[in-house]
């Protein structure tokens, strides 16, 4: 039923462009016809030969008028499915002009969209489209996945810990704070073990879709954490869904695999030579965790909901048993288990317990902690280590599991979801709010990794500074230090914030809200400064004018309200409101005089307001064609047409920012990816440098002021990553725009239409 809605809508947007085209053509033909009719009284045919210089130059005016309403007049083809790609179509002289513009026109879901070519382009048709000279490389991940995977943090020997969020495995050293990446997976890890050399590690990823819906294949990936070498590629059209866990035989010859199939099957994988040795359907319940007995690789534990497992392979065959709780309660979930010392298994579970087993039989309890038991990890020297969830507390444990030592992680960085060991004094600790923290019972835990918990939105970048802010879902507005590559300052508000935007002098930021409510934050004092409310509905942009004069707040509600800005920034007077969109508002750009304002909505308008007229819309969009504006985010332009695939949706194109020297475009996409373009890009299919990273859709990206960094947010993902801008030469985006010779011919235009 959607489909079939979705096509109704796009043939009642061709039939309404359809309309619009015949009654400009009637329009012109009316304005022909009084022009005929007078030369027809003078008594002169407008096709016949012509008697003198001075009938000549009328003839020929006429012949072209006529040919001109001739080629209006002919039927025009409607795309039969959405497309971008734009179409070249004659648009009228205005008064004053001028004979060589025309306009194009691009569809998006069946809605023509026409944009007008600005005056220095001579001949739209010779503009060469180059990929950027700039280049973009991996500076820094932002975050870690600990709100929903389990046992993804490990020390390396080489001082490194290595986690992972979105695509990106991270090798992060904690003493020299530097990050390398291993960048092979295709869509999010979801789980990470290590290899009993210490070198090794083995990773695995879900399925995820392309930007056709279709689904990609999940699979493992064995690689060298000194290298970044991929060294096996395991199980690729094998796994369903994605892979759950992971974990190495004891020599390191072999590896388990537990899939997120309904079955959750079983599957043991010879790792040197990437073939599967055996495979089984383990459960229809949740499976949390998978490893080899270290004394013998033919036994394999799983547990998860309301289970625990032994199993047995042998000649490629699994047989199971389950194991029997006896006189204890079996507990909803079996979260985490380990081998002690002495062969014994012990497992965590949700009732807070710490279960010790004997041949597939628990034989001692141990009340651990209140709450689930999320993590058990061993020491050297037989000790155990225990992370809870409700109580946050971490309780080391001699061999005998007698409570030695206990602290408590703060509150604000969640529960405890895994823990590694680096000495056997300090331990790095992930949580449940995706920090990653260092520290000793003794002197406390300090977070070295931090990140958003839920789906991000806002993302602003300041006018001189090394910084940025981010805002999201998880009613977090962080402020982050790219220089040093830590969170500066984190506050948390009563709703969640979707947009933000600096004051061109650096001192305040505004942020807006999901409920219409914006309010305004000091960077050193972190106070709220001024607060307002626009409408009941999300906000979706803020933008200060290049001059700090102005505050323009877009809205869901379809318009666009506009403030004065006094006392740098700490003071806010309604000035007006723009009123003309049709939905929601998107996007918008300032000119940089500050007294024009370009805005997208999300029916794909490009309206031009007139601020200083008091909020004025220009109906003659043709008037703005070269404007120049301080900014570029606005996703439908002239400038940046080329950055739209053919047969794009219109929302396939979350946002895009211009840098600041002019010279490239990014752009952050729906399929995870972040593209860099040349700018300006307003032919179709313009290449672009495409990078990997995010493991959902990009839903911001923005340069910072030196032009130095970009940076992307992806939303489900949380993840933030910090690239390095490469490469890069002279000139600007003027000079390419007007590259194209101005003694290259065009054809003559007709009367620019209003809209």
Known sequence: MEVRLQAQEDEITLLKSSLADALRRIRLHDQLLPILKQQLIAGESPFSPPRSEASRGRTSRMEAAHQRSQALAQPQSEPQSRTSSPVLVPCPPSRKERRNNCSIKMFIRGRPITMYIPSNIQNYEDLKMEPPSERLELDWVYGYRGRDCRANLYFLPSGEAVYFIACVVVLYHINNRTQRHYRKHTDCVRCLTLHPDKVRVASGQTAGVDKDGKPLQPCVHIWDSTTLVTLQQIGLGTFQRGVASVAFSDSGAFLCVIDDSNEHMLSVWDCNKGTKHAEVKSTNE????????????????????????????????????????????????????????????????????????????????????????????????????????????????????????????????????????????????????????????????????????????????????????????????????????????????????????????????????????????????REVVSESTDGNEQLSVMRYSPDGSFLAVGSHDNFIYIYNVTESGRRYTRFGKCNGHSSFITHLDWSKDGKYIMSNSGDYEILYWDIAAGCKLLRNRYESKDREWASYTCVLGFHVMGVWLEGSDGTDINALCRSHSERVVAVADDFCKVHLFQYPCPKPKAPSHKYDGHGSHVTNVCFTHSDSHLLSMGGKDTCILQWRVMGGGSGDSRERLGSVSASSTSTNSPEPATS
Request: proline share 2%.
């Open 286 to 525: 949740a499976v949390f965790a998978v490893d080899f007995n270290p004394s013998d690789s033919t036994n394999i534990i799983t547990c998860g909901k309301s289970h625990v497992y032994f199993w047995t392979l042998n000649t490629g065959q699994f047989t199971k048993k389950q194991g029997i709780f006896g006189k204890y309660k079996k507990p909803k979930f079996i979260q985490c288990f380990v081998f002690s010392l002495t062969g014994d298994v012990l497992t965590g579970d949700s009732e807070g317990n710490i279960l010790t087993w004997g041949k597939s039989a628990a034989d001692v309890k141990t009340l651990a902690h209140e709450g689930s038991v999320f993590t058990l990890c061993t020491l050297q020297g037989g000790g155990l280590l225990s992370g809870g969830g409700k109580d946050r507390k971490i309780i080391r444990w001699s061999a005998d599991l007698a409570p030695e030592r206990e602290c408590e992680i703060p509150e604000k960085y969640g529960a405890v979801r895994t823990i590694a060991d680096v000495d056997g004094e300090e331990l790095l600790v992930g949580t449940t709010r995706n920090a990653v923290l260092r520290g000793t019972f003794s002197d406390g835990f300090v977070a070295i990794v931090q990140g958003h918990v839920d789906e991000m939105w806002g993302l602003a970048t300041h006018p001189s500074q090394n910084i940025f802010l981010t805002c999201g879902h998880d009613r977090q507005v962080c402020l982050w230090n790219t220089e040093e590559h830590k969170l500066d300052w984190c506050i948390t508000l009563e709703e969640y914030g979707l947009c933000a935007g600096f004051c061109p002098n650096g001192s305040v930021v505004s942020v807006g809200l999901s409920t219409g409510r914006w309010m305004v934050l000091d960077l050193l004092t």
